[in-house]
Nanobody, 120 residues
Framework: QVQLVESGGGLVQAGGSLRLACLAS????????IGWYRQGPGKQRELVAV???????NNAEFVKGRFTISRDNAKDTIDLQINSLNSEDAAVYYC??????????????WGQGTQVTVSS
């Protein structure tokens, strides 16, 4: 099993910044890709930014330099820095991982999500 725990969400004024963190733990696995997704009210879950096992990143079109995904090796987390928040960014942000398990099967795991609310 793989566990993902997100932190860092909250209420922020428009134009403000947040840093989300995802801590992954559990049975030994390697990740194919790990990163952040979001689901706004009445919307489908969408990719925000992920890191692939080779270290490259994939970002959604709307990221446009406002979001930065990174690994914090000291804390063993995958972080998402969000700047210049606007109302469109209000959503539940989920950490997700495509993990290759010890038996070589690949499974996707999700965290429980962290709410980001933007006030005008």
């Amino acid at each position: 099993q793989v566990q993902l725990v997100e932190s860092g969400g909250g209420l922020v004024q428009a134009g403000g910044s947040l840093r989300l963190a995802c801590l992954a733990s559990g049975s030994f696995f390697t990740f194919i890709r790990i990163g952040w997704y979001r689901q706004g009210p009445g919307k489908q879950r969408e990719l925000v930014a992920v890191i692939r096992d080779g270290g490259s990143t994939n970002n959604a079109e709307f990221v446009k330099g406002r979001f930065t995904i990174s690994r914090d090796n000291a804390k063993d987390t995958i972080d998402l820095q969000i700047n210049s928040l606007n109302s469109e960014d209000a959503a539940v942000y989920y950490c997700g991982v495509d993990a290759r398990l010890r038996d070589s099967t690949v499974r996707r795991y999700w965290g429980q999500g962290t709410q980001v609310t933007v006030s005008s």
